[in-house]
């Protein structure tokens, strides 16, 4: 019987708290998941998660974003058990100055923070107008969830636009954090260099490729491409769609991105892989800060074609 096949997704390895909390798995729970899938699985190369194979079932792993801990963190403790991944780097992660957006979001929005002056705000948000209400901190999730929904569908220069105004609107200056630091041109280069490490590309601007121009889709694909090749010993051939969820690729974006030189890519829609799996549409399954005894019942309802 053929083993099944399927791709794990994370993004960070830290303490996983309120800020970040969807995007962060804990170090000890990142131990106790290497563990089942030392006992539970063979863990391969994304490129070979397609190939025909029996006996236990096959897991890629890989890392969206480019965070500092994919390098401090997550990297000796993947090589340690020598298992292979790959990390998806967006370029916004090879520069810093800036969190990402979500990040900035959670600073402005996220618990602790104080009540403001005046407590609606107002923007214009993927071409739609939005008013949400920050007057206590149940208004402010709300509100953050609806910021970042809408954003789903907004182009990434509408974004930042929308967070600056956000923080002028709070007073807040946004000052990035040691918990959210890039990995920057740095980290990538020290991760191309190690074994077992693949780097894939996830955008410039980490956007959904859906909502822009032909011309903007193919610069975000082929920049991001150039921008890593930089940094590594060979072609950047794998990428993941940034978002990943249905509404952020279509058929023009997944021929876009063969058209760019990749050669297979992501989506955050979950599924088993097979041979037959189009190489542009590869389903992954999104790891939360679940202990490993929840992980390993997970992974074998996922094994079994249960999600």
Known sequence: MRAPALVLVYHRIAAAGP????????????TEHLDVLRRRAAVVPLARIRDRARGVPRVAITFDDGYLDNVDVAAPMLAAVGMPWTCFVTGWSLAGGREFWWDELDHLLGPGTADPAEPVFETVLAGRRLRVDLGDPDARARAATAIATRSYDAEPDDIRA??????????????????????????IARLAGLPGVTIGAHSVRHANLTVLSAEDRDRELLDAKRQLETFTDGPVTEFAFPFGHVGSFDDASERAVAAAGYVLACRNVRGLVTRRTDPFRIPRFAVRDWTGEEFEARLIRWCTGRW
């Open 19 to 30: 800020e970040g909390a969807d995007l962060a798995v804990a170090p000890e729970r990142f």
């Open 162 to 187: 929308t967070v600056d105004a956000l923080a002028g609107h709070l007073g807040v200056d946004l000052i990035p954090c040691d918990q959210h630091r890039h990995a920057l041109e740095s980290g």
